[in-house]
T-cell receptor, first 113, second 114 residues
């Protein structure tokens, strides 16, 4: 049981480049979300999904797109990378919308130069 | 505005003592509160969840209290060990439009000194 898998672990981008951060979970969880973690800021919600085909914005959605075509996958797309998007990105999933723990991936450390 | 404050960015404690971490919040009415552990270079790992109608929850050497009047949660690690050294995050539920968003504090870095 792999849990939540994120790829890549590290990435360096040039300003203006685009890329997709991958997230997959094998626990059949309906709820998935993307966070970014910056020093002194804590984890901030970027986008979330309550099921296949349904996504919504979180606290800091600008510059990011998501889609959820399957229950398992929830990729995060950076449309035109900016230095302000340098951060550590975490994908998380949970079983339902009630009171359950979240499972996190290992994170992707992204640097935009 | 809504705010979650984890007092002390860092806490140093002697091995064997009880570590107490604090989570205070304002302008939230969380249905539940969670505590996570995060090691360097890793994602957070769930430890404990406590509901708004529960005062205390225990799991092995861990104890969490939740005071909705004071808007505070305390997280205790008894008989602390060097292996407990990590950053601990509190997280509050926030019911927005039917989706239970979970908002995290910035964390307290605990160092247990042998």
């Amino acid at each position: 049981n792999a849990g939540v898998t994120q790829t890549p672990k590290f990435q360096v981008l040039k300003t203006g480049q685009s890329m997709t951060l991958q997230c997959a979970q094998d626990m059949n969880h309906e709820y998935m979300s993307w966070y970014r973690q910056d020093p002194g800021m804590g984890l901030r919600l970027i986008h979330y999904s309550v099921g296949a085909g349904i996504t919504d914005q979180g606290e800091v959605p600008n510059g990011y797109n998501v889609s959820r075509s399957t229950t398992e996958d929830f990729p995060l797309r950076l449309l035109s990378a900016a230095p302000s998007q340098t951060s550590v990105y975490f994908c998380a999933s949970r079983f339902d919308n009630v009171i359950t723990e979240a499972f996190f991936g290992q994170g992707t450390r992204l640097t935009v130069v | 505005s809504q705010k979650i404050e984890q007092n002390s960015e860092a806490l140093n404690i002697q091995e064997g003592k009880t570590a107490t971490l604090t989570c205070n919040y304002t302008n939230y009415s969380p249905a539940y509160l969670q505590w996570y552990r995060q090691d360097p270079g890793r994602g957070p790992v769930f430890l404990l969840l406590i509901r708004e109608n529960e005062k205390e929850k225990r799991k092995e050497r861990l104890k969490v209290t939740f005071d909705t009047t004071l808007k505070q949660s305390l997280f205790h690690i008894t008989a602390s060990q060097p292996a407990d050294s990590a950053t601990y995050l509190c997280a509050l539920s926030d019911n927005s439009g039917g989706y239970q968003k979970v908002t995290f504090g910035t964390g307290t870095k605990l160092q247990v000194i042998p």
